[in-house]
């Protein structure tokens, strides 16, 4: 049956439908220990979702939809292994990476978990190694300068955490990160190394993505031309991380430089895997495995937490009952934890990839909206910039605001100004200001009449904004796994409730084909016909200007 066909699911838009008058601020008014009731705690992070438009029975009507979609036994299927990517007939077992307890999970007849023990101790292995100093560049000095060359979730996830837990990181190790394919991106970041004591980390899941194979190749070029052009070399200075074996021993990396992962590890959920290595690197073994820890933690409390108490759970009913029923198209997460600066990126892969989708498991189009667009910008400097959309605009957009009780780097009462940010933004959007608050003021000011009339509609804030925040006590390593994997499971009951793959990303492919297309028709002088009118007359004015400036 689909979606819009189950009982629960339309019972949520009639409540939707008469609620639609309904202000935040009347959500409090009838229930006086709302805090208390639409929190959560869990461990060292609060989860507070009283800014929002529920109450006990439109929570009953999500308690509902999780029964007629077997939400339960879905999520049993993933953490078990079943083959839940259909689209490419791969198991969905990133979990596995962090789940120190299970000591067998059976797929296609093998226990995968000795596999992830092993590659782990690999990891450990070679990280204190670089780190002792026993593994030594070919002129035997330290390597101190660590380049992840990969792209999309081969990047995103072990770039946003080293940025994160940069507080934590190793004393003389540099870390850098080259994704586009871009020539500036590797020209910036090669312009600040040596070859003697860098060391380049090819990470791509397939070993066939045309932006990571091209910066390898350069990487490599730059790397023995300034080296003494010796082979023999690379080996001290290239590693790989991949699932494809072949692929990295003909790039010329050996099998003993290879760190193996698994088809069944997405790559936007790949960072718990061997694609963590550079996380390793920058801030020890150790950190990297409390990271872990933290992610199993939010993985145990989705699994067993009833829906009623289950952070993720809930995180994905409020927003897609927004996205659905609210007309909100956007979601916006802004964390007040200049650490985070490349949170919102991650994000926007591992949501929007997941579950930008419009056709069903049952291969239905959907009648329904699915995924949203993902975006933020750390506070405060998001403040500056596009709040004034958030506050004044037409736009429904939900936020989610996430924050650190304590400073890694306190100075006097910086952390106390960023966090009175925090709390003042999301009561500004639930309360708004109403035209008699504002004229008040106003007449406090000595304007005539006249500019009072004039002002006061600009100065009304609608309010009724819907926010969810997060607090924990410190950006910790275990506290940045478990915030992580909240929005992994978000995006998980989201991709249940729309019947989408969230584990495939056939819509990433068109362009690439087209590109390998127009790729040979860019390297000569002759005009090109072969295009719709734009995309030929775009290509041409390429060759007319090119080199040319
Ligand atoms: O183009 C999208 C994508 O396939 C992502 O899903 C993936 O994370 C990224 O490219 C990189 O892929 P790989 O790790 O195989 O190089």
């Known amino acids: 049956m689909s979606l819009s066909e189950l009982s629960s699911w339309n019972k949520i838009r009639n409540y939707a439908l008469s609620n639609k008058s309904k202000k935040l601020l009347d959500y409090f008014s009838n229930d006086k220990d709302r805090f208390n009731n639409f929190s959560i705690e869990c461990d060292d992070l609060i989860f507070d ?66 596999k992830i023990e092993k590659v782990r101790l690999q990891m450990k292995d070679f990280v204190s190694r670089v780190h002792s100093g026993k593994f030594l560049g070919y002129s035997s000095k330290k390597i101190t300068n660590i380049v992840n060359i990969g792209i999309g979730g081969s990047d995103l996830g072990p770039a946003m955490v080293c940025k994160a837990l940069a507080a934590y990181k190793i004393k003389d190790i540099n870390i850098y990160f080259v994704s586009n394919i871009d020539p500036t991106d590797i020209t910036d970041v090669l312009a600040k190394l040596s070859p003697e004591n860098t060391l380049f980390i090819i990470a791509s899941k397939t070993f066939t993505t045309q ?3 091209r910066n390898a190749e350069t990487a490599k070029e730059w790397f023995l031309k300034n080296s003494g052009n010796n082979h023999s070399n690379i080996a001290k200075h290239f590693i790989a991380l991949s699932t494809n074996k072949d692929a990295v021993t003909n790039f010329g990396i050996s099998e003993e430089n290879m760190f193996e ?78 650490y985070l600066i490349r949170f919102p990126a991650f994000l926007q892969q591992l949501d929007m990839e997941s579950n930008g989708k419009s056709i069903t498991k049952s291969n239905d189009k959907v009648d329904y909206n699915t995924g949203a667009i993902i975006w933020g910008e750390p506070g405060t400097n998001a403040q500056h910039s596009f709040f004034q959309l958030i506050h004044q605009g037409t736009q429904m957009i939900p936020l989610d605001f996430i924050a650190g009780v304590n400073s890694l780097n306190p100075i006097e009462n910086h952390h106390e100004m960023l966090l009175s940010n925090y709390f003042a933004q999301t009561e500004a959007l639930m309360n708004g200001k109403n035209e008699q608050i504002v004229q008040d003021e106003l007449i406090k000011t000595n304007k005539t009449q006249e500019e009072i009339q004039m002002l006061l509609p600009h100065k009304v804030f609608p309010g009724s904004k819907p926010s969810n925040s997060i607090l924990y006590k410190k950006l910790t390593p275990k506290v940045l796994g478990k915030l992580i994997v909240l929005y992994e499971h978000k995006v998980f009951v989201q991709g249940v409730i729309w019947n989408v793959n969230s584990f495939d990303q056939w819509g990433v492919e068109l362009g690439k084909q087209l590109a390998i297309r127009i790729l040979p028709e860019l390297m000569n002088n002759e005009e090109i016909n072969s295009h719709d009118d734009s995309t030929n007359g775009l290509i041409n004015y390429y060759k007319k200007w090119k080199n040319k400036s």
Request: overall charge negative; charged content about 20%.
């Open 49 to 114: 979702y009283s800014k929002n438009f529920i109450d006990n029975e439109l929570m009953q009507l999500f308690l509902n939809l999780a029964d007629e979609i077997a939400l339960k036994e879905k999520i049993e299927d993933m953490f078990s292994g079943m083959k839940i990517n259909t689209t490419e007939n791969r198991a969905v077992l990133h979990t596995a990476l962090r789940d120190f307890a299970t000591k067998e999970i059976i797929l296609d007849g093998e226990n995968i978990i000795p």
């Open 261 to 338: 992962f698994w088809d069944w590890v997405g790559g936007r959920y790949s960072l718990w895997s061997a694609i963590g290595i550079s996380i390793a690197l920058y801030v020890g073994y150790d950190n990297f495995e409390k990271l872990l820890l933290g992610a199993n933690e939010i993985d145990n409390h989705f699994r067993k937490m009833p829906f009623e108490k289950n952070i993720p759970f809930i995180m994905a009913m409020l927003s897609t009952y927004y996205n659905n029923f609210m007309n909100a198209a956007s979601y916006a997460v802004i964390p007040y934890d200049h």
């Open 211 to 213: 932006e990571t194979i």
